[in-house]
């Protein structure tokens, strides 16, 4: 949905921000009605240009500190740049904290009405809107109820539903995409593509690389302030994964992992390796995966995943890119993946099983296999991967010596 | 865009007074035993103690009708003040992580305090009307006291509103302030008590001029002389435009001191 034509939706050029640090809170006052300096200089962000198409999905990575909320915050009106220039075409909204805007002693409908107004919808515009709102948040009775009584998730659907039924023209998430149950994470998710699809465009920010990978296409790398890479999503989060993993983070990456729990829609029930826990090069790997789910109409894709102890990726298997599925209309389900042959020459490995939602985005469950099987050799074999290969010798006339 | 801010303004002045009596048995009825409670206090002080009477040149006799048409105007003032002083730092998870004009947020504490004093002022009209002391001669002076009464609180209001962003001192020396301005203002006492030689200073202040204007509107009287109301229009005009002066000059940097 892209038009090169159009100007950019949001373009900034060389945007710094310095925030001030002062000894005493006073001298602040004095500086900002004296106009003359009082502090010591910390500089968040550093000379940080990019712009954003309309349509685009723009994700914004980095470590803590890297300056991402601060850029956030300058997108979204909230703070205002040291120097540099920005441009934002339309209505923004941005969700920097979901659920910061309610009051705790109003109820949830009366909240609706004072967000969606702070958000810049008239009152005509909120009166049309309040019954999508309601609706996406699923929260019922609970409406009426002051906002101190909810428990956090339900605080956060509503201030997803809000935020997504504001409809801007370009939308602004910092973290928030973890909202509620795996089941509501799944709506928003479907909301967001389609959101994106219907030429909205979408500024997220988030330490997960795979919500960043399913919906930006490119992706700005913030480290120290400054614009470590910009460019397609492909290339920018694997370099800022082996920087990640250079840092020797590599805990982090699996702990993000969580199963489903018990009450989940749909849960993996059981993986098994039909052919055993050892490999013999030549033969095919045959692997059965079994799940259930409570409603049948539910429908599944299956990622597989071939990890070597170490955490790093062989291999991936994803049913809806191979043309598979998606599997519907039963409650249990058994599907086998066949690979005829790997063309791996030795060491352990480990498999990962996600159980996907219909869109391929949403993860209902995982499933690891530690060890799963063993590759067995005869002799000792250099390197990872067995490849064809053929030696040919070459009868060169002009080298024989005969 | 003017039809938004209303819109909005509304929703914050909503907020307001159902945030504030949200949970409370009394909730709403409040607004109504607080300034009795007041009243029934400075009148056994004042009045019953210590004998003070409106005396001669005043449009009662009774001194709780005499006291209570000075303290509407005072408490909503009050209220304003105090309550905008801390509208912004209360505030401060919306000030971080929302883009809103933030100067609603003190607009609107003046409006909810304002509401207070009509639904205190409602009763009162009632009581005089039940006691047969009402008269609707003067009423039209309203006109010219609520709103130059309101430039007034909402020109301390913003000034202290982002003076406290900064130095949150501010709500306290408010409250100190406050205290003194209500007794050097003729409320509890008329001012024909006041000893000549400082009668000119209690002219000068503003709150004078508005507490004579609201006895002339309730009780039936005419428009001050314009001398001396000088001092109240002068004032509130100077402090609303320097109030907003002030807050617009220090708001960029709510976001980041708060």
């Given amino acids: ?402 | 865009m003017l039809n938004h801010s209303l819109f909005l303004l509304g929703e914050f002045t909503r907020r307001d007074f159902k945030g504030r009596y949200a949970g409370s048995a009394l909730g709403f009825l409040w607004s109504f035993v607080q300034p009795l409670w007041s009243l029934a206090l400075f009148t056994f002080l004042f009045s019953t103690v210590m004998k003070v009477s409106p005396g001669i040149g005043e449009r009662t006799a009774n001194f709780a009708v005499f006291l209570f048409c000075g303290l509407l105007p005072w408490m909503a003032m009050q209220e304003g003040i105090l309550r905008a002083t801390t509208a912004i730092t209360d505030s401060a998870t919306l000030v971080k992580k929302m883009s809103f004009p933030s100067d609603l947020l003190v607009w609107a504490v003046v409006f909810a305090a304002l509401l207070h004093e009509a639904i205190a002022l409602g009763m009162f009209l009632f009581v005089l009307g039940v006691t047969g002391q009402f008269s609707a001669s003067g009423l039209w002076l309203l006109l010219l006291a609520v709103p130059l009464q309101v430039a007034l609180t909402a020109g301390l209001g913003f000034l202290s509103a982002a003076i406290n962003v900064f130095l949150r001192d501010t709500a306290q020396i408010n409250g100190m302030l406050l205290q003194a301005w209500f007794y050097l203002t003729p409320i509890v006492y008329p001012l024909s008590l006041v000893p000549e030689r400082f009668r000119p200073f209690l002219e000068l202040n503003p709150l004078t001029g508005l507490v004579t204007l609201y006895r002339e509107a309730l009780l039936g009287g005419e428009l001050p002389s314009l001398l001396s109301l000088a001092p109240l229009i002068t004032t509130a005009a100077v402090t609303l435009v320097a109030g907003i002066w002030v807050f617009r000059r220090l708001r960029p940097a709510f976001a980041d001191e708060i």
């Fill in chain 1, 1 to 402: 949905m892209t038009h090169p034509h159009d100007p950019p939706v949001v373009s900034a050029e060389d945007l710094s921000k310095t925030y001030r640090v002062y000894a005493r809170p006073a001298d602040r006052l004095f500086e900002a009605l004296l106009r003359r300096p009082r502090h010591s200089a910390f500089h968040a962000l550093k000379d940080v240009s990019f712009e954003v198409e309309r349509g685009e999905g723009f994700g914004l990575i980095g470590e803590n500190g890297a300056g991402k909320s601060t850029l956030l915050k300058i997108l979204a009106g909230v703070t205002a740049a040291t120097s540099g220039k920005i441009r934002l075409q339309g209505s923004v909204a941005s969700i920097l904290e979901l659920g910061s805007a309610f009051h705790p002693e109003l109820t949830g409908r009366q909240n609706i009405v004072l967000n969606a107004a702070m958000l810049g919808l008239s009152r005509n515009e909120v009166d049309e809107r309040i019954p999508r709102i309601i609706e996406f948040s699923e929260l019922g009775s609970f409406l009426d109820q002051p906002i101190k009584t909810y428990s956090t998730g339900m605080v956060m659907r509503l201030g997803f539903a809000i935020a997504t039924q504001v409809e801007p023209d370009v939308l602004i998430i910092d973290e928030a995409l973890s909202v509620g149950d795996g089941y509501f994470q799944k709506k928003c998710m479907v909301h967001l593509k389609s959101y994106l699809d219907g030429g909205g465009t979408l500024l997220i920010c988030s330490h997960a690389m795979y919500y960043i990978s399913a919906f930006c296409e490119r992706t700005l790398w913030l480290r120290d302030g400054h614009v470590e890479a910009l460019g397609p999503t492909q290339q920018v989060v694997p370099r800022y994964e082996a920087f990640l993993d250079a840092k020797s983070n590599h805990g982090e990456e699996a702990s993000e992992i969580v199963g489903a729990p018990p009450s989940a829609p749909a849960r993996i029930d059981d993986v098994r390796l039909l052919t055993g826990s050892t490999y013999r090069h030549g033969r095919p790997l045959e692997l059965e995966i079994r799940w259930s789910c409570d409603d049948p109409e539910m429908a599944f894709h299956l990622c597989v995943g071939l990890n070597r102890p170490d955490e790093v990726e062989v291999a991936s298997f994803l049913s809806h890119r191979s043309g598979a599925g998606p599997w519907s209309g039963r409650t249990r389900h058994t599907v086998r993946l066949s690979i005829p042959e790997l063309p791996l020459v030795k060491n352990t490995f480990k498999l990962y099983v996600f159980l996907l939602a219909e869109d391929g985005l949403h993860i209902h469950d995982t499933w690891i296999v530690e060890d799963a099987f063993n590759v067995e050799y005869e002799e000792y074999p250099f390197g990872i991967v067995h490849i064809p290969h053929q030696w040919v010798p070459i009868n060169d006339p002009g080298s024989d010596d005969g």
